[in-house]
Structures are given as structure tokens and as C-alpha cells.
């Protein structure tokens, strides 16, 4: 995220530092990086260099209703996995350093929780598509290995159940647009653009309703899946590309990672299924394709209905629910 939070002073992130990992921390600083965790950069009196991120337990719920451990428990889940892929074998995986009593989240307080990272040297990507198909290639040979990782070596992985992040706020929202919004700067605007929207978003909503009855249920066609596996969440090293960024690790259909880097007829397609023998499901990439869209249109309005101040992080968010909104163009069929 680009805002600290005012909740989390340097002190209590040094404290949980010394607590969690035992770190003698001389300085912690906030890095204005990436969208979803707060980061921080953190040095020790040795010279070490290590990488924290906070995550908000507040903005992982899934549901208005839900209580902060559901997500303390999937974000510990999908940390604990890359640990275990780490432990397996697979070095491109950047996982969680555990404490002491092997755990690999620490709590600042009742709303905040920390991980801890070692410090990567390395060339990290920007946010969307990759610069090259050299790129992609390098991609899929991390999903080949990952896709073909026996999923018995991440136990307590959580699994794919194809729900949409709050969305029974979007779906609250939807029915809220003849009201005033009046939690911040956006919520007006916000209101005014879902409104204009709504049809598209509803059809957008029975379309991908649609995919997920047809979705295969067939218990071969799994994998431990990274989640995010788009250009800013890989860092290029002196020992190759490796993925960042595992908070969102489940095990479900390997099109839940394919679809960031492959098109349905794209060469690498036929690359991926030849090295793992798995046909890759075209609708499944489209149900991927929909369901991150629906998600980031149901994050960004809850965000602009609740309280909000006029930050840079909500400048950015106003960016991205304009760019994801726009469905007469991203599914022009839909529209």
C-alpha cells in the first residue's frame, strides 16, 4: 500500500520484530510498495537486511459478517504452503521466515499481522502484463513445477470455492445506488459510476454464476496454485525469475494462475500441457478472467463505502474500479 497506517508506528513494527523473530532491529522503514500488504524494510545491527509485510486483518474478510480469524487462518494457511514448497524443494518460491515456535504470523494487535521475508536481491516488474514472451516462458516453467508439486506437500492448503470476495457488499451496493453515499471523497462518484454500471455488472454476475456450475469438479484436475502469479508479484535474481506475494496460495484448477500468463490458443498453451499432461480448460481460463475482475469491482466499492480519506491509496483504487469496470470493453459479449 502507498499510506501507512497511522495505527502502526516504526516502534510497534520493531517490537513485533523482536518478539516474533528475536531480530536485534536498528532501523525499520515503510516502502510505499505494492497494493494489499503494508511493507516495511528492516535492518539489524548485524548488517542483515529482511523484508516485513502487515496485512489488515480487516480488508481480508470475505463477507460484511465475517469474523478477522476466518482471514488470520487462510492468510496463515497460504503463508504455511509456500513454507512448505520452500522446504520441498522449489527455491523460486519466496517464503515466510518462522519464528521460534514455527509460527509465520506474528500479531502487532488485534487488527494487524506480520510476516517476515529475507531480503531479495533482485529486479522486481511492474503491475500487469509481461514485457515479453520470454518473460511468459519463464513464467510457465514455475507454474510447470509448482502445477506438478504433488499437492499432499501443502496439507492444510486451503481449496478453491469459487466465491467472490464481498460480494454481498457489491451486491448491497448494487441495491444502495439510489441512496447517498457520503463515507468519503469517492462514495459519491463511486455510487454515480456503479449506477451507470449496474446492468453490466449484474449481467457480469449471472455470467460468471453461469461458468462456476459448469466448472469441472474432477479431483485430478488440481494443483497447488499461486494465486497471483502476474508480472509484479516475480523478481528477476542472479539465480532466475522466483514468485513473491503468496497470500492467496490455495490448491484448485491450475487456470486460476494460467490465465494471468496465457491466452485460450497461445503457443506456451500446448508447452504447459505437453510438460504436465493436463489439458488446459478454456472456460476455466475465461471463469478466472471474470472472477478477478468481479473481485476487484466488489474490493473497491466496498472500500469507497466505507469511511475513507482522500489518499493516495484511494487514488488509486478510484484508477483501478474505473479500469475494471469497464465492462463494455473488457467483455464486450457481455455487454
Not at 487456470?255 to 476455466?284: F, S
Request: aromatic share 8%; proline share 6%; with cysteine.
Amino acid at each position: 500500500m502507498f499510506t501507512r497506517p497511522d495505527a502502526l508506528p516504526d516502534a510497534a513494527v520493531a517490537d513485533a520484530l523482536a518478539v516474533g523473530w528475536d531480530l536485534p532491529v536498528t532501523s525499520v522503514a515503510y516502502l510505499p510498495v505494492g497494493f494489499g500488504s503494508h511493507h516495511w524494510s528492516v535492518r539489524t545491527g548485524s548488517g542483515e537486511r529482511w523484508f516485513l509485510t502487515v496485512d489488515d486483518l480487516e480488508a481480508k474478510r470475505h463477507s460484511a459478517d465475517e469474523p478477522p480469524t476466518r482471514g488470520h487462518a487462510r492468510l496463515d494457511a497460504a503463508l504455511r504452503t509456500a513454507r512448505e514448497l520452500r522446504d520441498a524443494g522449489l527455491d523460486f518460491v519466496v517464503a515466510p521466515v518462522p519464528t521460534s515456535d514455527g509460527e509465520l504470523l506474528v500479531p502487532i494487535d488485534d487488527r494487524y499481522v506480520a510476516a517476515l521475508y529475507p531480503h531479495i536481491d533482485g529486479c522486481g516488474h511492474g503491475y500487469g502484463e509481461y514485457d515479453s514472451d520470454t518473460d511468459r516462458r519463464e513464467v510457465v516453467d514455475l507454474l510447470v513445477a509448482l502445477h506438478t508439486t504433488a499437492v499432499e506437500t501443502a496439507p492444510g492448503a486451503g481449496h478453491e470455492d469459487y466465491s467472490i470476495r464481498t460480494r454481498d457488499d457489491l451486491e448491497q451496493a448494487l441495491d444502495d445506488t439510489g441512496q447517498p453515499w457520503d463515507s468519503g471523497p469517492y462514495a459519491m462518484r463511486a455510487r454515480l459510476l456503479l449506477a451507470e454500471r449496474a446492468p453490466l455488472v449484474d449481467a457480469l454476475l449471472r455470467r460468471y454464476d453461469e461458468l462456476v456450475a459448469s466448472a469441472t469438479g474432477d479431483p485430478d484436475h488440481l494443483a497447488i496454485t499461486h494465486g497471483e502469479p502476474h508480472a509484479a508479484n516475480t523478481m528477476s535474481t542472479d539465480a532466475g525469475r522466483v514468485l513473491i506475494d503468496w497470500d492467496t496460495a490455495l490448491i484448485g484448477p491450475p487456470e486460476r494462475d494460467l490465465w494471468m500468463v496465457i491466452d485460450e490458443g497461445d503457443p506456451l498453451v500446448a508447452t504447459y500441457e505437453a510438460r504436465t499432461g493436463t489439458r488446459v480448460a478454456g472456460a476455466l481460463l475465461e471463469l478466472y478472467r471474470m472472477l478477478w475482475d468481479l473481485t476487484e469491482i466488489a474490493g473497491y466499492v466496498t472500500y469507497f463505502r466505507a469511511q475513507h480519506t482522500d489518499t493516495s491509496d484511494a487514488a488509486e483504487s478510484w484508477v483501478n474500479l474505473v479500469d475494471h469496470i469497464d465492462i463494455a470493453s473488457r467483455w464486450p459479449a457481455i455487454s
